[in-house]
């Protein structure tokens, strides 16, 4: 069996990935977690394994997340919070107007390529280990390694480079965070989950932390994070 | 005469940099005059040299922009824009709540280090060459390369790569601008002011564009900054 239901029948179902210890590490999984915390709303959940595109077929790809919220079907994180909004305007909006969008866009943007870079990069290793069947590591591996012209253990091996190109590129965003508590503000909105999302990686892949000291501010926020919702962040 | 006194007599005079050829330059002064030209507020202009250190005494530090409304003597562009935004609530808001003001203060963090180092250091001998008395210009250069390990000259012959790293880190704002013609959405606001008064260096320094074709969105949305408030970002 490849997919796992949890929790009773609801309206909104999530599929996420997992992997084959259990773990749910995907960025983009943890992005809708939170926004449907956040939003108040209740979805069952169905686990599915990297390699699990045939459970997915019915959403016309093979990603997750995807979202089925009766007869609608959103695949991508970022389709899937504005579908929220959108679907769900007068419960807590995840981006209350077209500035906040933009300023969630812009930094889902940056997340994923900027902040996702180096960090997926010095987790190739743990992502690899965690692959299921064989098939997709050995794809997984070649793919990697051609892009970055390297073996995934020689990338492991440099990883402390990928360390400190995270930690330079967070700067602002600790800037930003020793004046206030969330990304959003006195609270915290999609732009935090963005962020908190990939930054869950590791703490679900390896428990090493990324984080360097001097990103006082983003380590507290982080924190902070794991706090909401009665603590989901750390329910894996 | 190291200070000259443009406009007719306002309430308002903003203190901003000219170099010894008469060029305005400083990313931060553009900001504060996009800002003022977004609120429809008059302003006359005290341009001062870089080392005008005198001038500015007032504001119980040294750097322009300063801001003098009436009593109110504001320095630094950030707190300009904030300054402007409690003081003229009912004019058009550079940033009207407070997401739209986080948004703000993280890409004027952003701009600051991430895209503004790579940009002022491929600039740093056309700034030397800008700089007067001469004296400025020894301290200017002695800081600047005990600070990058290199000599002007030599930073200057590498200066592809910064305009690489600039290139690269400028992917995630293009990527916003390929979807919407402002970095707030459909009209500007206090965060697309912060990025061109950045842009606005290598145009009034040296007319070398350092955007690669690959920055499409980025390129065309410049264009139309350059084309608000009756081309004000032409006129210097």
Redesign the interface.
Known sequence: MSCITHGVLLAITLYDLVDKDGRRYSPYGWRVRMALAHKGLDAAVELCWHSDKEKLSFSGQHLVPVLRDDDHVVSDSWKIACYLDDAYPDRPLLM?D??????A???N??TD??IGRPLVRSLYLDILRSLHPDADAVEFRKRREERNGATLETLFANRTKDFEELNR?L???N??LR??PF????TP?YPDYIVFGTLQMPRHLNRVDPLAASQDAVIRWREAMRGLFDGLADRA
């Open positions: 209350k077209e500035q906040s969008r933009s300023f866009k812009f930094i943007g940056w390529t900027i590129e700067a602002p965003l800037q930003l004046d206030q990304v959003t503000g006195a909105a």
